[in-house]
């Protein structure tokens, strides 16, 4: 069971800065300052990841970290892709009478 929490809270935990990531690329002219902010972005996570695996006893072994780092991915993708579309306005369409 505490594989489900580890892999929902890498999931969750991504969402956000995957989320805010994705703005900075687009608009940031300073190709140092957009890497940077990516490299933040994407591994800030990583070590909290890292933490919750400790504290909940789960050991070293290789299909674990594979799957918690696919669903650190995941969470990203889905904050910086899915999520901003989800969030968006729909446009009113005007109704021709």
């Given amino acids: ?5 580890l892999f929902a809270a890498a999931f969750f935990l991504n969402i956000p800065f995957g989320f805010f990531r994705k703005p900075f ?8 300052l957009r890497f ?3 490299m933040f972005m994407i591994h800030i ?7 919750m ?6 050991d070293r ?3 674990i970290l594979i799957v918690s780092i696919l ?7 889905f904050g910086g892709r899915i999520l901003p ?3 968006a306005k729909p446009q009113k369409s005007k109704q021709q009478i």
Wanted: one cysteine or more.
């Fill in 25 to 32: 690329m687009n608009k940031t002219e300073n190709k140092a």
């Fill in 61 to 63: 072994n290789w299909p």
């Fill in 45 to 51: 996570p990583i070590p909290i990841v890292y933490y």
């Fill in 36 to 38: 940077a902010i990516m």
């Fill in 1 to 5: 069971m505490n594989y489900v929490y």
């Fill in 53 to 58: 695996r400790t504290s909940f006893g789960i």
């Fill in 71 to 77: 669903f650190c991915i995941l969470g990203q993708v």
């Fill in 85 to 87: 579309k989800l969030l």
